[in-house]
């Protein structure tokens, strides 16, 4: 990497949060491997781009979880109090937790998701659809520490983080997550988490690479927000997708994989790549149940119950904040 640049200060962005963006994309791509943070996939067009995953044939997870939510959603309702607050971290649409919605007597709907048009757009349709709850959308990264609304001060408190996104976490990450979601849910919370179990490597590749190409305009929409947000000059033709399955840590990596050898700016900056060079865009891993469990021991939380479809391809635990 050749770097030419002014500091980020003289770039002259927009806002605080296009400045973070612009900060951890010069950072990431400055590291050996390159790499780039999955949050960043989800703007308004990655984020439909991840809701046609969800509904391709490869792509079991989502599938998968509402089947289970759907089977075992009075068996889940009765764990949670009545006149809950849900609090949804990395909540996009709104499909799982209208399953949950169905068949509990909660108090409040708190949808956080780094889009803060999307999850406003969600909010509005559940509040059609479910005119009897409060729905207070929060606009922030859920992975760092936000507050809740005061509305909901006096609420028992449930999260609610399906979809399998614990596993884009490394796995000291996902403990820090999950102490902070129990330090912002509070003492006695409560947490449904939607955790992706390990299975035969032929399945994980497919839903990865779909036939569609879908999963390679998502991860290559990272560079076109580069490119929009933060004026930078990626030729997205010279890179393709790849995702491949890492036994040893039993993950999906993700990368995009530079086609030949080039130069990209960004921001008075310049990254060389060779050709073959690859940028780490996303993990996820793969749990068994015990695994999980043992995790979670180690954040502060203890699994009450567990719940898998037939085949056991995923799991939804819930979970009790402990001291």
């Known amino acids: ?28 791509l400055s ?9 960043y ?3 308004a067009a990655g984020s439909e781009l ?3 995953i969800t509904r391709l044939p490869e792509y079991y997870p989502t599938r998968t979880e509402l089947g289970i939510l759907k089977e075992c959603g009075s068996a889940i309702a009765a764990i949670i109090p009545a006149g809950a607050a849900l609090v949804e971290f990395g909540a996009g649409a709104t499909t799982k937790v209208r399953r949950l919605l169905e068949k509990s007597a909660l108090g409040a709907y708190v949808p956080v998701d780094i889009s803060g048009d999307f999850i406003r757009g969600q909010a509005d349709a559940l509040r059609r659809d479910f005119p009897r709850l409060a729905v207070y959308p929060v606009a922030a990264d859920f992975t760092a520490p936000f507050e809740l609304p005061a509305a909901i001060a006096a609420l028992p408190k449930v999260g609610f983080f399906p979809g399998s996104t614990i596993g884009n976490f490394e796995p000291h990450e996902a403990c820090r997550f999950l102490r902070s979601a129990r330090d912002i849910l509070g003492d006695g919370a409560l947490m449904i988490v939607g955790v992706d179990l390990e299975k035969d490597e032929r399945v994980l590749y497919h839903a990865y690479n779909d036939a569609a190409g879908v999963t390679a305009r998502f991860n290559l929409n990272v560079l076109v927000r580069i490119n929009r947000e933060l004026g930078g000059n990626f030729d997205l033709s010279a890179f393709t997708h790849r995702a491949i399955y ?13 086609k030949k ?10 990254f060389s ?7 780490h865009t996303e993990n996820s891993y793969k749990y068994s149940v015990e695994r999980f469990a043992a995790l979670a021991r180690g954040a502060g939380w203890k ?16 979970m009790v904040a402990v001291d």
Do not use: C
């Open 246 to 258: 890492n036994r040893e840590r039993h993950r999906i990596e993700m990368h995009l994989i530079a």
């Open 303 to 318: 699994v009450k119950e567990t719940w898998t479809d037939p085949a056991r391809m995923f799991s939804v635990h819930a």
């Open 50 to 52: 991840f809701e046609a």
């Open 41 to 43: 996939f989800y703007d």
């Open 1 to 28: 990497m050749n770097v030419h640049a002014p500091a980020l200060a003289d770039a002259h962005l927009p806002d605080e949060q296009t400045s973070v963006f612009a900060k951890d994309a010069v950072e990431d």
């Open 261 to 270: 050898s080039q130069t990209v700016r960004l921001l008075g900056t310049s």
């Open 273 to 279: 790549f060779r050709a073959g060079e690859t940028i």
């Open 31 to 39: 590291q050996h491997p390159k790499r780039l943070s999955p949050k």
